[in-house]
């Protein structure tokens, strides 16, 4: 009676799986055409812009390619649980490519503000581009306690710093619109509204899951793992499962991740040049 439901689940998990890959091979194609755009339009920029703009796209490789391997290989870091199994789905690498992915999107956004503060002469627009990178450098740390010691305040911490580097970049775009019109200010504009929606997104469903999840560990007396114990298990531990409810909610946020994050990535390559302010 209930192997009808259990298949009809799996088959959820499988197609939700071929989805993310399918989703993966889109964004190379996405990321090549964007590329062969961005070389058409190189040449009638300075040299401070085409900087600005390689450097757009070199960080969108990495983060492309990065999101690609997570959704060929999907994993649950603390869970340590895979849909491959295999070495090459251990969280020591996965959280690696993370990390290295992670770090370059959140260096286009510091890029993007940068490129406005440099144009629009704006003091504090220059000075917050500063901080998004480092910011996320230390949720990385966080990010990775977690995953080592299977401690989900970790990752509560970590959310809660990218909500942190998200907020001030809204704040630059804020800052920046009234230099702009046109195309840049609906840049700008859009980038805000994206901005606030992932802000609230990330306190009301992520970080609050991780810190329910935290929570009921906390009731329930889990010993979590020394650094140690940690580091070991993370290389070398990984448990298969193809089960719907084991991946539930990374279904939710990995879809979101790596589809329409991506898009924003591989766009900033080609986003409205603002070193196009306007007169007065």
Known sequence: MDTFPILTLWVTVMAWWTGLCLVACF??????FSYQKLKKKLPAMGAELAKLRKGQFGFATLYTLGCGFR???PR???RRIVLVDSWISSVVIGRSVATIAE???VAQWSLMLHEAG???????????AKLPVPIIIVAEIFSWYACITTNYIGTAIEESLWAVAAAITVYGCYLARPYYEKAQRTFLNVGMLLGIGYIIYMIFVDIATYITNWMAAEAAGKTYLSIAEGLKEVCFTWHLTHVYSDWEYEMIWMSLYFSVAVWISIYLMNAPRLDQVKEG
């Open 27 to 32: 964004n190379l194609c996405l990321l090549f």
């Open 71 to 73: 959704s060929i290989l």
């Open 76 to 78: 649950g870091d603390i």
């Open 103 to 105: 770090l370059s999107f």
């Open 118 to 128: 440099i144009y629009t002469k704006n003091k504090v627009i220059q000075r917050l």
